[in-house]
Each structure stands twice: as C-alpha cells, then as structure tokens.
C-alpha cells in the first residue's frame, strides 16, 4: 500500500471539493419514498428468513438525548437534561423491539450491536444493560467471539467505572467523540473537553477488555489552526486508538440549525483546511495507521485493516465494519434498516415515531425497494468505497451483464477522472490510485445515476467530498 503522503495532491483535492453522497447506502437516503411503508417492511423481512443459510443480523439502536448542544453537529439529536425522557424512550424502544424481532427467525444469530446518537451515554450504564437484555430476549445473540457490540461514547458524561459496567453488560468496543482538544475551538463549537477525562476513558476502555477503541477527529472547525490541531494529534496519537475518524467539518446551516451558531468567518479557509487534513495524513502515517477510506484509519493489525487486506470490508449506515453478509436492522427515531434489497427509516421526528409505536404499528417512515440496477450499481459502489477497485469479470459474471456495455455512461464519465491520474482503466477493471484514494466518493459517482450535479450545487444535500 502507498504511504499516506502519496494520497495527498492538493491542486486535485481543491479542484473536486463539491458536494457528493458518503455512500453508507446506495441508493442514498434521499430516494427513499413514503411508498414503503410497514407492510412492505414486513414482506421483505419474511422473504429474507428463505435463505438456505440463515444471514446474520446486525442491530443499530438510536438513542437521540445530548445534554448540551454542539454547534457543528448534523446528527439527530434531542436536547435535554432531564433524564427522565431516556426511561420513557426506552419503554417504547422495548416495544419496537419486540415488534421488530418477530419478523425474523431465531435461528438466525445478531453479530453485531451498535448503540448510536445522540449520546448513547446519556442513558445510565444500568438502563443501557437493560436494553442488551432484552434484545437477548428478542433475538438470538452469536457466541461472544464473534460478536460486536460497540457504543459511541461522550467522555465528558462517563467515568471509568461506567466503562466496566458496560463491559460486563458485552460492550467490546467503543467510538469516542474529541473533535480537538484546543480551548478555543472547543469553545466556539460548545463542546469543552478535557484532555485527561478523555485519555482517561481510553485507558478504562483497555483495561475493561474493550478490542477496539476509535477516536473521532474533525478538521476545519471554527478558529482550528495548525499548531492547535498538531497538538490534539499528538495526544490522540499518544493514546494509540485501534481506529482514528478524520472527517471534514460539513458546514451546512441551512440543513443543521446547531450550526447557525457558528461564526462563518471564523472557519478555515478553503487552503487552510486542506492544509489541516495533510497535516493530519502526515502524522498518521508517521504513526503506522493505514488508510482505510473515506475518514477512516486504522492500525494494520485491527480487524478493519485486515478485512480490507482480505476483501471483506463492508460499509453501511454504521461506517465501514466487517460484517458484510448482515441485514440491518434500525431501531429507534431516525433509525434505518437495510434487509435484502430494501432500505427503510423510522421517522426523523420523536412524536412520529412515538405516536406509530403507541399505535402498535413498526414505526416506517419511508424507504425503497431496490430495483436489479440498484442491486448492481451497489455492489459496484460497495467495491470502490471499500477496496477501490472493480474486477469487470467479477462484477459481470456475478450480476450476468457485459459490464463495459453496462456501464458504458458511466466509464465515460470517469475518462476525465483518468486524466487527472485518479483513476486508471484497462480491460480488465479499474481502480482508484494513490491520488484518487481519498476522493473515493468522486470515483462512486460516476456510477450513481440518481445524481443531478445541477439541482445539487444549487441546494446541497450532501457534504463536500474534502
């Protein structure tokens, strides 16, 4: 693999700066429609139980509650402190979840648990075991070794002993939000958090027997600068997390109302931000983590490195993750499931969601049923997002088409991608080179077919790709 200094070329990197999908689904979030509804939820699931062999699944549960706003946040989230609004969720929760799971057979094993928000840890260590034990009761749990349970943690509102009560609950891994640690940025976005607390959760996390810990970064943040954000990389690298989350800072105010809050002005410029991520791909690099896409990095010996050495990387709503054959399943406000070829999402609002699960209904919102050419440009996308190549052979035998006349469109529109040394084509498939490797998405668009560029520089849906 090219180091991650080659990844950088900041002429490219400027010039296809636009807004493009992150593909955690394809097709993405906004084709999804108010056509799909509970009752094609429930076929779906009753046809994915046929499977000669069972498929595992994998659960993602949205707990919504933040103490505290932070101003560069586009998560749904609910603001409050009154704790009392995390007991009354749950009770519904425990009936969604009850719904939910009589739609799959038991024979088939959940892998994979992810509690995402919010902040999960809202909840108090006690309530959050509570809701472990009644998805065993609801669902047949894969034996320990082969199951994930991860929990996106907020340092500032756990201790260490709250840490080992998770673990014993069957956490093994933990995603835990800094974004920086310098002062003056922390207090422009609202989140001020101390060094010590953080690298202190880190510390429970490995002596609790957590396998993973991931730490989230973000660059071009409201008043960041190089020294300040060299700083914070050195003490998240000092801790020596498994994985590190670069993302861009998305600014979007007119989709995310937190970030009205935030000062345009005293955002990086165009160059300086850039000039923030190079900085951070330099001392990553330096410290031996490999690149796995999108934001993503990690220590070649996580499991995520190795799935991608091996093939297996997969990436869904929940990032990338190694468990590619699951269906997933959502649970909670906002939550969305991808089961056999369908999408689907609970409401976004809490009286929406509350008001279908006091109706005894699945609380479905929108969401599609994929059509053949979904299927296939899907795939293809999975294959450039996860591992940055197409085998045309592959793909063609796999889904019985001629993929050069299949794709003909879309390896047309890739030719200008192939002259900015992006990406190089020959007869046999395509991948992304060390330049291309961080504009990713920019490559998976070109297969996307939903895309309009015209109606999307005009009102953007999507974050910029850098």
């Given at each position: 693999?090219?180091?991650?200094?080659?990844?950088?070329?900041?002429?490219?990197?400027?010039?296809?700066?636009?807004?493009?999908?992150?593909?955690?689904?394809?097709?993405?979030?906004?084709?999804?429609?108010?056509?799909?509804?509970?009752?094609?939820?429930?076929?779906?699931?009753?046809?994915?139980?046929?499977?000669?062999?069972?498929?595992?699944?994998?659960?993602?549960?949205?707990?919504?509650?933040?103490?505290?706003?932070?101003?560069?946040?586009?998560?749904?989230?609910?603001?409050?402190?009154?704790?009392?609004?995390?007991?009354?969720?749950?009770?519904?929760?425990?009936?969604?979840?009850?719904?939910?799971?009589?739609?799959?057979?038991?024979?088939?094993?959940?892998?994979?648990?992810?509690?995402?928000?919010?902040?999960?840890?809202?909840?108090?260590?006690?309530?959050?075991?509570?809701?472990?034990?009644?998805?065993?009761?609801?669902?047949?749990?894969?034996?320990?070794?082969k199951m994930d349970c991860s929990i996106e943690l907020d340092p500032r509102f756990i201790t260490p002993g709250k840490v080992g009560q998770l673990a014993e609950a069957g956490f093994n891994r933990a995603s835990l939000g800094v974004q920086d640690f310098d002062p003056v940025v922390q207090e422009a976005v609202n989140r001020v958090q101390g060094v010590e607390q953080t690298l202190g959760i880190i510390d429970a996390c490995r002596r609790?027997?957590?396998?993973?810990?991931?730490?989230?970064?973000?660059?071009?943040?409201?008043?960041?600068?190089?020294?300040?954000?060299?700083?914070?990389?050195?003490?998240?690298?000092?801790?020596?997390?498994?994985?590190?989350?670069?993302?861009?800072?998305?600014?979007?105010?007119?989709?995310?109302?937190?970030?009205?809050?935030?000062?345009?002005?005293?955002?990086?410029?165009?160059?300086?931000?850039?000039?923030?991520?190079?900085?951070?791909?330099?001392?990553?690099?330096?410290?031996?983590?490999?690149?796995?896409?999108?934001?993503?990095?990690?220590?070649?010996?996580?499991?995520?490195?190795?799935?991608?050495?091996?093939?297996?990387?997969?990436?869904?709503?929940?990032?990338?993750?190694t468990h590619a054959e699951s269906?997933?399943?959502?649970?909670?406000?906002?939550a969305i499931s991808h089961i056999g070829a369908s999408f689907s999402q609970n409401p976004r609002d809490l009286p929406g969601w509350e008001h279908a699960i006091d109706a005894g209904r699945l609380p479905v919102w929108r969401g599609m049923e994929m059509d053949p050419d979904d299927v296939i440009r899907a795939d293809v996308i999975q294959s450039l997002m996860c591992h940055g190549e197409l085998d045309f052979e592959v793909v063609g035998r796999r889904h019985v088409i001629d993929f050069r006349d299949y794709f003909r469109d879309s390896l047309a529109r890739l030719a200008p991608l192939q002259d900015d040394g992006l990406v190089e084509v020959d007869r046999r498939g395509l991948h992304a080179t060390s330049r291309g490797r961080l504009l990713l998405r920019i490559i998976a668009m070109c297969f996307d077919r939903y895309l309009t560029p015209a109606a999307d520089a005009a009102s953007p849906r999507y974050s910029r790709t850098v």
């Open positions: 693999m090219a180091s991650l200094s080659a990844l950088f070329d900041p002429q490219l990197l400027q010039r296809y700066d636009v807004p493009g999908p992150r593909y955690t689904s394809y097709p993405t979030a906004p084709q999804f429609s108010p056509g799909f509804g509970e009752a094609e939820l429930r076929k779906v699931a009753a046809e994915s139980n046929g499977d000669p062999i069972p498929r595992p699944i994998s659960l993602y549960l949205h707990i919504p509650f933040c103490t505290s706003p932070c101003f560069y946040c586009g998560c749904n989230r609910i603001i409050t402190r009154d704790k009392t609004r995390g007991a009354a969720y749950l009770t519904r929760l425990y009936r969604e979840i009850a719904m939910a799971s009589s739609m799959f057979d038991r024979d088939r094993d959940v892998e994979q648990v992810h509690f995402g928000g919010g902040t999960p840890n809202f909840l108090d260590p006690e309530q959050i075991a509570e809701v472990v034990d009644v998805l065993r009761r609801h669902f047949t749990f894969a034996r320990r070794s609790h027997g957590f396998r993973s810990v991931n730490v989230d970064l973000i660059y071009g943040l409201p008043k960041q600068t190089l020294e300040g954000f060299s700083r914070t990389l050195d003490i998240t690298l000092q801790a020596r997390p498994d994985r590190l989350a670069i993302y861009g800072y998305a600014h979007l105010p007119n989709l995310f109302r937190p970030q009205q809050r935030i000062n345009a002005a005293d955002l990086p410029s165009a160059q300086a931000k850039l000039d923030l991520l190079r900085l951070a791909i330099d001392k990553l690099g330096a410290a031996g983590y490999e690149y796995i896409g999108m934001d993503h990095f990690a220590l070649p010996e996580d499991e995520l490195a190795r799935a991608q050495r091996d093939g297996s990387l997969h990436r869904n709503f929940m990032g990338y993750t269906d997933l399943l959502g649970l909670g406000v906002s």
